[in-house]
């Protein structure tokens, strides 16, 4: 496929100037968002490698797996942890939700529907909380809506909970 040619030569010039990262890589801060390929953290925060985790998820909505991988994150790096918990604005999961009660592959529409981003600010207070209650101790955890239309994180107070 072109495209693939297409990323692969891109790698290759990136390449050229390539510096591994030097010193210790930063797993102090996880970045927790959708994997809308409108809201990538390299670009709207100017992350570079080795200075958060990232970790990107269907929907972007805290899972049991997500804090099976923060703990697992935490038990590697005995270092208190941040987490940057980013919803968005004109969400997928809002328009999918609305119009596709049944799923395929036997997914339930109504839990799919209850993790729905309709309103980024309230479904990250929820996140933050659930986070806030299951990580370890001294975790710090905050929430906060990335604007697609405007380029902007926060919008507003973050969802501190």
């Avoid at 925060?45 to 269907?58: S, Y």
């Avoid at 980013?86 to 799923?103: E, G, L, R, S, V």
């Avoid at 395929?104 to 207070?125: F, H």
Wanted: charged share 20%; hydrophobic share 50%.
């Amino acid at each position: 496929m072109r495209r693939f040619d297409e990323f692969l030569a891109r790698n290759r010039r990136m390449a050229e100037g390539f510096a591994p990262v030097e010193g210790e890589v930063a797993f102090d801060l996880v970045i927790l968002t959708w994997v809308d390929p409108r809201v990538d953290p390299a670009h709207i925060l100017h992350v570079h490698l080795g200075e958060a985790f990232v970790m990107r998820v269907v929907g972007g909505r805290v899972t049991g797996s997500v804090v099976d991988g923060l703990l697992a994150i935490d038990a590697i790096t005995h270092r208190p942890m941040a987490v940057m918990v980013i919803h968005h604005t004109d969400c997928a999961t809002a328009h999918f939700a609305a119009a596709q009660p049944d799923w395929p592959l036997g997914l339930d529409g109504s839990v799919l529907a209850a993790k729905a981003v309709v309103d980024p600010w309230a479904t990250v207070a929820a996140d933050v909380d659930l986070l806030r209650v299951r990580l370890p101790e001294g975790s710090l955890v905050r929430g906060y809506v990335y604007d697609v239309e405007t380029g902007l994180v926060g919008a507003g107070e973050p969802a501190d909970g």
